[in-house]
């Protein structure tokens, strides 16, 4: 009997569903939710919404792709945290009561860790131990990963995500929501020197990105007020070089981690690996620091039930299983 799973995710603002068979993810269904884009931000309720109407079609649609039937599953799992109550709500009843209708067990995975076992999908797999920086619009943590269910942060930032300061720079030049894959268009054809903002340094292998934010405000406020068209006309420099600073940043932490565990395999996960800066420098690191560099496909970097299902094959054969009745948890840790 194959191990087939169904998987959901509905954290934030992609209604997702995975089908993995037997440890090979088969699919990964996305239905993106661009309601949220004239908001400038995710706005929760709507994000519930959306989820109800997309949810149905988005799990038929990874069912049939798989070639298996409901009767097929042998569990159910779901995005149990962190991310939005009402978002998390709806694919955790949904996933609940099916696998309650079906009789099989329900695996509450944490968004997080799934980001991390994202790298399990395809090949190369790392080995254990390895660092990963998982870097999205909730979260900047760096993790040492000792097994697929034993994992420990050992930095993480003390006040934004490095994916909700690309956000909010994005929005200071005007720009639409997600700001974070704008920035890193534009940059593309700028001058990451152009322009220097003040790196905050916090104790041993934490971040702090609140300020970097506020010094991006108030430098444009002022260049603004002698030049109305200067963001226009210096677009791809800024973005060039905020996000060359935040990829310092992002940097110096990491190489300290490495240095201090004597672990040279890198991995890097969440929305923000999709920055085709920060993949870069990393490669570049292969041959300055040795290190053994992992980045996920495009498709496995923001949010995606590919990795849940992953997650959830690895917690199906420890028997990792929840309750029926088991609540989703908006602020679950590591
Ligand atoms: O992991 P994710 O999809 O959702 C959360 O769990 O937060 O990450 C979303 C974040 C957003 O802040 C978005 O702007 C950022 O990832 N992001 C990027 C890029 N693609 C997505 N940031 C910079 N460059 C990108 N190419
Ligand atoms: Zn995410």
């Given at each position: 009997m194959s191990i087939n799973i169904l998987a959901i995710e509905s954290s934030c603002d992609e209604t997702s569903a995975s089908v993995i068979i037997d440890g090979v993810v088969k699919n990964n269904i996305i239905a993106t939710q661009s309601i949220h884009e004239k908001y400038g931000g995710v706005v929760p309720e709507l994000a519930s919404r959306a989820h109800q109407q997309h949810i149905v079609p988005v799990v038929n649609e990874a069912i049939a792709d798989a070639n298996i039937?409901?009767?097929?599953?042998s569990a159910i799992a779901f995005t149990?945290?962190?991310?939005l109550l009402g978002a998390l709500l709806v694919g955790a009843s949904f996933a609940k009561s099916m696998a309650m209708a079906l009789g099989i067990p329900v695996i509450g995975v944490n968004h997080m860790k799934a980001h991390i076992l994202a790298?399990?999908?395809?090949?190369?797999k790392p080995q254990f131990p390895f660092l990963c920086l998982t870097v999205s619009g909730g979260h900047t943590q760096i993790v040492r990963v000792d097994a697929p269910l034993k994992m420990e942060v050992i930095g993480a930032t003390r006040d934004d995500a490095v994916g909700e300061a690309f956000d909010k720079c994005a929005k200071i030049m005007g720009?639409?929501?997600?700001?974070g894959p704008l920035i890193d268009r534009y940059a593309k054809d700028g001058d990451p020197h152009k322009f220097t903002f003040p790196q905050t340094d916090m104790p041993g292998l934490d971040y702090s990105f609140s300020g970097i934010k506020t010094a991006f405000l108030y430098f444009l406020r002022d260049q603004v007020k002698s030049n109305p068209a200067f963001i226009e006309e210096e677009k791809n420099h800024l973005s060039a070089s905020i996000q060359k600073t935040l990829i310092d940043m992002l940097m110096a932490k990491l190489k300290r981690a490495s240095r201090e565990t004597g672990i040279q395999r890198i991995a890097i996960a969440g929305g923000?690996?999709?920055n085709s800066g920060l993949r870069s420098r990393l490669e570049e690191m292969k041959d300055q620091f040795n290190w053994e560099v992992f980045i996920p496909a495009f498709q496995y970097?923001?949010?995606?039930a590919g990795m849940i299902a992953m997650t959830a094959h690895f917690q199906y054969l420890e028997k990792d299983f929840c309750s029926y009745y088991a609540v989703p948890k908006p602020r679950m840790q590591i």
């Open positions: 039937t409901k009767s097929d599953l149990q945290g962190p991310g790298h399990f999908i395809d090949d190369p720009l639409p929501y997600p700001g923000v690996s999709a970097c923001t949010d995606n």
